[in-house]
Nanobody, 116 residues
Framework: QVQFMESGGGLVQPGGSLRLSCTAS????????MAWYREYPPYAREHIALITSDGVAQYVYKFKGRFEISRHNGNNTITLQMNNLKPEDSATYYC??????????WGQGTQVTVAS
């Protein structure tokens, strides 16, 4: 059973914007802090931002100001608005709980490529 479904990635030019979405199963989503992560091999998956069930957002410092996380409890969805994208933002983006669920498998992620 798919627990996380990410979408919204694509190819964008440097300086552009993308809005990613993630829909999670209700069992995973309800009451849990949700987060965005990204991975660019060979580097480890890194945390970007989290949002609590009450809608309080926190960001890893280097993403603050360019990325914005939001939460929509009515449809078990979180989004990540990414602005002023840079080539180094190219990665596969994932959502999960924070900390990551020990039982639910990661989703397929959504690929973001920033290139001219």
């Amino acid at each position: 059973q798919v627990q996380f479904m990410e979408s919204g990635g694509g190819l964008v030019q440097p300086g552009g914007s993308l809005r990613l979405s993630c829909t999670a199963s209700e069992m995973i989503f309800r009451g849990n802090t949700m987060a965005w992560y990204r991975e660019y091999p060979p580097y480890a998956r890194e945390h970007i931002a989290l949002i609590t069930s009450d809608g309080v957002a926190q960001y890893v410092y280097k993403f603050k100001g360019r990325f914005e996380i939001s939460r929509h409890n009515g449809n078990n969805t979180i989004t990540l608005q990414m602005n002023n994208l840079k080539p180094e933002d190219s990665a596969t983006y994932y959502c999960n709980t924070r900390p990551p669920s020990p039982t639910a498998p990661w989703g397929q992620g959504t690929q973001v490529t920033v290139a001219s």
